[in-house]
């Protein structure tokens, strides 16, 4: 039988948090403007089929039945906010053609392996970038978007699970994210039941930043198998829920930290393991068993790279 879990939502304000110098515990409330579970959450867009964190792939997840597009949100050197994974933009674009002296190595890189770093480039640069040759000619042209584009592509269509990727980087990302969702409308719970918001990361800060921006929108802590000791322990899941509605944790941790993971459940916090494509199951037959597997045993949705195999 498929569990089914609320989501928990923040109503603590500001002024509150101030007060207490913490974020108070999230109580538990009806699941307004999500849709039930399980939720097919398309990483990165459909990024089987098309180039990773770009307009394709993210109407194409939507065209395959995805309730969620997964997305990773950094800031050019000119303070926009863009849709990227990597810190850097070789591997998913023709940087190394368009500029090909603008390379440098990383500040903690002892091989000083020269890469291109999305925060040495501004929107109007990054845009001169070919952001879909990569992955198969046909998507050649595609551009690396802004957070405003996609929202404008997708309203409607999808919701949006945003990743906040190294917000330690970008100081103040937070509230410039918020305010994109703000400009939008979007900024609020339930504020369009056709495109639901969630938030997520691996950094807690971050999170807590969000909190204390008083967002009532659901967040998730992202959990490594590195981090899953900590946070996946009776401890660690009632310090989650002090500041966070969810936890996305990476998939193998669904068998190691099996107890965990339905421990969140049973405490009011959906979970949504990462990452299922159909080009890695192991003890499988298919990703589309794997991902019913899960389901199964109570996981509110799977990120994937195939929402087209979503059981």
Not at 297 to 310: E, K, R, S
């Amino acid at each position: 039988m498929r569990l089914t879990v609320l989501l928990l939502v923040m109503t603590g304000s500001t002024a509150a948090i101030a007060a207490c110098g913490r974020a108070p515990a999230p109580q538990l409330a009806a699941t307004e403007g999500l849709p039930p579970p399980p939720w097919t959450i398309a990483h990165r867009g459909a990024s089987a089929y098309a180039p990773e964190n770009t307009i394709p792939a993210f109407l194409l997840g939507a065209e395959q039945g995805a309730q969620f597009v997964e997305l990773d949100l950094q800031r050019t050197k000119d303070g926009q906010i863009v849709v990227l994974h990597d810190l850097t933009l070789q591997r998913t674009t023709d940087v190394a053609t368009v500029f090909p002296d603008r390379a440098r190595p990383g500040p903690d890189d002892p091989d000083r392996k020269l890469q291109w770093w999305l925060e040495d480039f501004t929107l109007d640069e990054v845009r001169q970038l070919d952001a879909g040759a990569w992955f198969d000619t046909k998507f050649a042209g595609t551009r690396i978007p802004t957070f405003d584009e996609v929202i404008g592509a997708v309203r409607g269509r999808v919701g949006i699970f945003i990743e906040l990727k190294s917000p330690e980087l970008y100081p103040g990302i937070e509230g410039e994210i918020l305010a994109v969702l703000a400009r939008h409308g979007l900024d609020r719970a339930g504020a369009d039941p056709q495109t639901p918001i969630v938030l997520q990361s691996f950094t807690v800060p971050s999170i807590q930043a969000l909190v204390a921006a008083g967002t009532t929108l659901p967040r998730h802590v992202l959990i490594g198998a590195r981090d899953a000791d900590r946070w996946l322990s009776d401890d660690g899941l009632a310090e989650i829920r002090g500041f966070a509605t969810g936890i996305s944790p990476e998939k193998v941790t669904l068998d190691t930290h099996a107890a965990g993971w339905r421990r969140a459940a049973e405490l009011g916090l959906p979970s949504t393991p990462w990452t299922f494509r159909a080009t890695t199951v192991k003890g499988f037959d298919s990703v589309t068993a794997e991902m019913a597997h899960y389901i199964e045993q109570g996981a509110t949705g799977v990120i994937t790279d195939n929402p087209d195999l979503v059981p």
